[in-house]
């Protein structure tokens, strides 16, 4: 390790005009890394209701749709708007409405009243658009922005890829916004923590290099999540400050050593490569966790984020020096006195009232655990966003005015007859909580022929292999309603087709239910596993690695199971991802007094000198990086208007809280009481006994 300080003094200065360059193409990668906005795309690929989506984009050409509401537009109007989104949205494959059916000359008043109240609500009534792309292709999005500047006030678009567009626009207004709450409240606190007005500065400057790498390598994937784009910085700059902090802090102690600033710094860091190696590990290794999830988006997440500890590391032992070097005479001329007070009596408080600690843990224990196993989470995706939104505003007309709540698609065997057609879709009807379903078939037995159809509308709904059958569901989005109903449905085509497809929203919805309910069951034991068997090795203990662990899985509770007793419901992502970022990101607060624990302890200090000089000398520190962890994500939550990101933002930042006060409070205490056991369990400890 002195070896590698030693040569990153040497050659500074080389160093940071490298790091400069590098910027460039990190840049260039960062703008030219697409976005993508659509979770359900991250479902896997073998689930039967994906399938029938590819089909349905293949073969019918059916790859995204949207109902626009028509409010008060005479007939003449709406066959003129229709005529212009054809002729200028290459995209466009059908755009329909009753006009197409009753001309301009028809009275709508001489409908049937059961079709004309289904078509009219008010005056207004709908239109349907479907495209040839998917549902957030780049191509699709840029079909309903055409849309929108084509249609006038009296057009409201719905659907799906309206609401991913008003998304991306929401999120790309509100990114660099959520750089500058992060940096700011970092800096605020750093400058509380450190004896320098521009250490602080270059610590975030160094981080800053850090992510333009991580954001500019991300092209490398092909695209990565709007979730991810809008977290991955701040989290970052979260849990990597604190290895900036420790080279500072060395560095610092190394130079009232020597007069030599490269000494210092040489020193610093071949000592700031050996302590946090093992944390960052840790760290890493729960972001990958990430990876094991089902839905892959977890993927996303974990591999940007353990890619951003990485960088964050590698940043500290070269550019960081660097910048200091550079400016180690500004850092000089700007020292001021630290302003945050030393936390003296904290170790003093746990190694006296460690058993009343235990007390606690043991009463809030039940409590903390009963809130994180029934937390509610919800998987409508555009209840994240504000109602405000076009697209959502049109969604809730769509569904209050004409009842179309949850339209699903059924993919049947071309070759089943009309008559065995019929007598499933009247099935379907007879089911609690659906509107209607259509058909050719249905079409037929009203007593219009197939052949009397146009030979393109045929063309839409039946090819050699699949023939269309479409159903409204009244029973809204992502509820154990809607769930149970795809359920019987499923059921009922299984009795007439075995190879039938339920496709839409909907079925995805309910498939993204039981995905993500998998998923937060194994992402957890998983990323527990993998820290686990690291810590093993990083400790060389048996004991240590499960106490370190449910000290940490406490705080995840405690976080996890606020929401249930403030009566608030998470997206489900958040429940999903939280209790491995927390544990990833916070259990180097436990390993750091651990560490001095055991060296304490191996030097012949008892149980009560190891306590109290690993806590004296760590708790600075971990308030400092738990501090830095909340200001960079929490002032994030408050802000954003995106619920999805404000949630993981305000559960990141109160776990940081939580898991500095549990590993403070409760870690010593533990340590305390299984001393003899962690001795015994631990090499090179026995003889501490």
Same mark, same amino acid.
């Given at each position: 390790?002195?070896k590698f300080g030693n040569f990153i003094v040497k050659n500074y200065k080389l160093i940071l005009i490298i790091a400069i360059i590098l910027l460039i193409p990190s840049i260039i990668g960062y703008k030219a890394t697409r976005v993508n906005y659509d979770i359900l795309v991250y479902l896997p690929d073998t689930i039967k209701t994906v399938q029938g989506e590819d089909i349905l984009a ?19 109007? !709406? ?28 009275? *709508? ?50 659907? $799906? ?9 929401? #999120? ?16 605020? +606190? ?22 333009? %790498? ?24 979260? @849990? ?90 500004? *850092? ?21 009232? %460690? ?21 509610? @989470?919800? %998987? ?16 809730? *007309? ?31 009807? &007879?089911?609690?909580? !659906? ?16 052949? $009397? ?17 479409? =159903? ?10 809607? &769930? ?7 059921? !009922?085509?299984?009795?007439?087709? #075995? ?13 993204? @239910?039981?995905? #993500? ?15 686990? =068997? ?17 000290? !940490? ?33 916070? *259990?180097?607060?436990? +390993? ?18 190891? =306590? ?11 308030? @400092? ?65």
């Amino acid at each position: 390790m002195q070896k590698f300080g030693n040569f990153i003094v040497k050659n500074y200065k080389l160093i940071l005009i490298i790091a400069i360059i590098l910027l460039i193409p990190s840049i260039i990668g960062y703008k030219a890394t697409r976005v993508n906005y659509d979770i359900l795309v991250y479902l896997p690929d073998t689930i039967k209701t994906v399938q029938g989506e590819d089909i349905l984009a293949n073969d019918f050409g059916t790859g995204a749709y949207s109902i626009v509401v028509l409010e008060n537009m005479p007939t003449k109007d !709406i066959l003129k708007l229709e005529d212009e989104i054809k002729e200028k949205i290459d995209n466009v494959e059908i755009c329909a409405s009753i006009a197409d059916v009753i001309g301009e000359d028809f009275p *709508i008043d001489m409908l049937p009243d059961d079709i004309k109240d289904k078509i009219y609500v008010d005056g207004d009534t709908l239109m349907i658009v479907t495209f040839k792309d998917a549902i957030s292709s780049d191509e699709t999005m840029q079909s309903i922005e055409k849309m929108r500047e084509i249609a006038d006030e009296r057009c409201r678009i719905s659907g $799906m890829s309206a609401t991913l567009l008003d998304t991306r626009e929401l #999120s790309n207004s509100e990114i660099a916004i959520y750089v500058v709450i992060a940096v700011t409240l970092c800096l605020i +606190i750093l400058q509380l923590a450190l004896d320098s007005f521009v250490a602080p500065i270059l610590l975030l400057l160094n981080i800053g290099f850090a992510v333009l %790498y991580n954001m500019g390598t991300n092209i490398f994937l092909g695209e990565i999540s709007y979730i991810t784009k809008a977290i991955s910085a701040v989290l970052q700059l979260g @849990v990597t400050t604190d290895f900036a902090i420790f080279l500072y802090h060395s560095y610092i102690s190394e130079k009232e050593k020597t007069t030599d600033v490269k000494e210092a710094m040489s020193t610093a860091i071949g000592k700031t490569m050996t302590s946090v190696l093992g944390s960052s590990l840790t760290t890493i290794a729960g972001f990958l966790a990430l990876c094991s999830m089902n839905l892959t988006l977890g993927k996303d997440i974990g591999i940007v984020m353990a890619k951003g500890v990485l960088f964050g590391l590698v940043c500290v032992v070269t550019v960081l020096p660097s910048l200091i070097l550079v400016c180690n005479k500004w *850092i000089e001329k700007t020292k001021h006195k630290e302003v945050l007070p030393k936390f003296k009596h904290v170790s003093n408080f746990v190694t006296k009232h %460690y058993v009343i600690l235990i007390i606690a843990f043991v009463i809030i224990l039940p409590f903390a655990y009963h809130g994180y196993k029934n937390t509610e @989470v919800y %998987y409508k995706l555009d209840s994240s966003l504000p109602e405000t939104l076009s697209s959502v505003s049109a969604n809730t *007309i769509v569904h209050d005015k004409f009842k179309i709540v949850s339209p699903e698609i059924i993919l049947i065997d071309s070759k089943l007859s009309d008559e065995k057609v019929n007598e499933m879709l009247e099935k379907i009807d &007879n089911l609690e909580g !659906i509107d209607w379903t259509l058909s050719l078939s249905k079409i037929s037995k009203s007593g219009i022929p197939t052949e $009397m159809l146009p030979d393109e509308l045929v063309e839409k709904v039946k090819n050699n292999e699949y023939q269309l059958a479409l =159903i409204n569901s009244t029973y809204e989005m992502a509820t154990n309603e809607l &769930n149970n109903q795809i359920e019987q449905v499923n059921k !009922i085509l299984e009795e007439y087709d #075995s190879k039938a497809i339920l496709a839409g929203e909907g079925p995805l919805m309910n498939d993204l @239910v039981e995905v #993500s309910d998998h998923d937060f069951n194994s992402v957890n034991t998983f990323s527990i596993a993998v820290i686990f =068997i690291i810590m093993i090795f990083v400790l060389k203990s048996i004991s240590l690695p499960v106490v370190l662990i449910a000290i !940490i899985e406490f705080a995840i509770f405690i976080n996890m199971g606020i929401p249930f007793y403030t009566n608030t419901t998470l997206p489900f992502v958040a429940s999903i991802v939280i209790g491995t970022i927390q544990l990833g990101a916070t *259990i180097d607060y436990a +390993i750091l007094i651990t560490t001095k624990y055991i060296e304490m302890r191996k030097q012949g200090k008892d149980k009560h000198e190891a =306590i109290e000089y690993a806590v004296g000398t760590s708790v600075n520190s971990i308030f @400092v990086s738990g501090m830095c962890f909340f200001g960079a994500t929490f002032g994030v939550g408050v802000y954003s208007n995106i619920e999805m990101i404000g949630s993981l933002c305000t559960l990141m930042g109160r776990g940081a809280i939580v898991s500095t006060c549990v590993v403070v409070l409760m870690l010593p205490a533990f340590l305390m009481i299984f001393d003899k056991l962690i001795c015994k369990t631990t090499l090179g400890m026995k003889k501490s006994i």
